[in-house]
């Protein structure tokens, strides 16, 4: 082959791995949610700012992450926090959830499987497949990441849920357990991600890092994570780009 | 798309999910251990039978499993079950693997990551692939599993590996969360096997079943699992044979 390897700085080792967060980082999780969320209110004549409700659902994911992190509940999957928080999302927005059939709003949670990707995804893990083990590294079950692959065309060689490691983000044991599994010291094991926060677990569980500038995550008004704040080891603006930087 | 996914009788279910045993079904592990172990023999000037040594060296799998099983032993995955029995196999031999260097055996000991495929398994699975859910349901860790689909060239989904259901064949739990991960009932999880045991255990446990006929997997003088020994689902010759009977 003769390929060399990106050896990343931060951690003096090459990389064997590129693990990217998903939502956000590869798709684009605010309009994947709001296309499917309009659809519902529509056929279910409720009234319903579809934007600013996936923007209210995803609100709800990091408390209920921090119940589990913190150890005040047991793990439960991304997918049963999804669907909990839907009910809270639409009682906030004065919706009774019982009043709909509960098979309808069981489809709408599965929106998370069916996000679409960002529009360089694709083609920019395609490249880095050819030379690196790719995966996700996201606190998605891993049902919920296979939906998500062939929905989007994610060439991912291997899926380590977060029900596979059994806990959440930021939490080092999400990354440490994850390069367990790929039988691989933490330091040739890179994360890709649009979160600094993110970021920062990685490198504090030893990984190697790679910020991807995802300016419109949130929409048009977005304030953070609109740049690197750590000196991470590659930062790119896309994830082709990153292929590029990776030598693949 | 209007595919229609092939029901199984037993389980009354679509299948969603194909899941395959991968030595012996999709891998030639006789052929692919042999070899390294001749060329290992050669290196180092000692004396090895390579196919014997590979059938010794394998006939000690299932009682180091067993200690797991029992819970004599807690779980300790298969790769480190595999160099143990390997050190147990050179002494069988006469031979003190204290005194051959450790990097080495290591590296032999990865021969099982790097198994070639059967002719036909590629070309089957990329075919069922389409279709189905494809992934091993095996023993081996995950890391073995992904270097082995890398080398082989298996288009596998999803990998879930026995380090991930910390239990090990044919115990009823490493069918039941391999579905569970999947978010698949057990019936729609179909096991493609060469091994009449392996799908009682899957039935058992409620999964759909396929016998995959690998006659010489033990050389040419096997004796055991040269036809099926229960009515399972489907019955072929080979995984394309198998892809034909799925419809796909």
Redesign the interface.
Known sequence: MGFEPYRSPSTGRPVRAVLFDTFGTVVDWRTGVAREVAAFATAHGVALDAYAFADRWRALYQPAMDAIRSGQRSFAKL?TLHRENLDQALRQDGIDPDQLPAERLEELNKSWHRLPPWPDSVEGLARIHRHY?VGPLSNG???LL?DM??NAGLPW?????S??TRTYKPLPEAYLRTAE????HPGEVMLAAAHNNDLHAARTAGLATAFIARPTEHGPGQTADLAPEGDWDLVAPSIPDLADRLGA
């Not at 060689?157 to 849920?161: A, F, K, L, S, T």
């Open positions: 997918d083990v079950n891993t049902s296979l692959a062939s060689d291997v899926i380590i849920g029900d596979m599994f790929l039988d691989l």
